[in-house]
């Protein structure tokens, strides 16, 4: 009876020991896998810094060159430097004698009202395709 009771006692032993290296292991495994999370994290958290970094530099060199393109613009359509222009390069010179001409519209016979009608049929069968004599 004393060996059935030392091997059964042994045998609690290598259950506590294998339940503690058990637990033991799922502690360790969990704690490499969170630390590996918080790594990937802050390398992901890095890299998006340094992205934005890139874009604020970006930004500010488009609104330099915008400030930059709106003063050309501006230079550009002053009223004196287009008549500066247009007189040096150009060669125009003020008009001396200056003539208003009134220009009326033509008068335009009355269409018959038969043929308005034949054209608002031909215009709108015309959309599908179709003509009307």
């Avoid at 222009?85 to 003539?99: F, S, T």
């Amino acid at each position: 009876m004393k060996t059935a009771v030392k091997n059964g006692q042994e045998g609690k032993a290598v259950d506590r020991k294998n339940t503690s290296s058990k637990s033991l292991f799922i502690v360790v495994t969990l704690l490499f896998s969170m630390i590996s999370v918080l790594v990937i994290l802050r390398l992901h958290a890095a890299r998006l810094e340094t992205v934005r970094n890139d874009l604020d530099r970006q930004y500010a060199s488009f609104e330099a060159e915008e400030r930059e393109l709106k003063l050309i613009y501006f230079e550009l359509a002053s009223p004196t430097k287009i008549y500066s222009y247009c007189k040096d390069i150009l060669g125009m010179n003020k008009a001396q004698n200056v003539e208003m001409i009134r220009i009326t519209a033509p008068r335009v016979a009355a269409v018959p009202a038969s043929n308005l009608r034949k054209n608002w049929r031909s215009s709108l069968f015309s959309l599908f395709g179709f003509t009307v004599n």
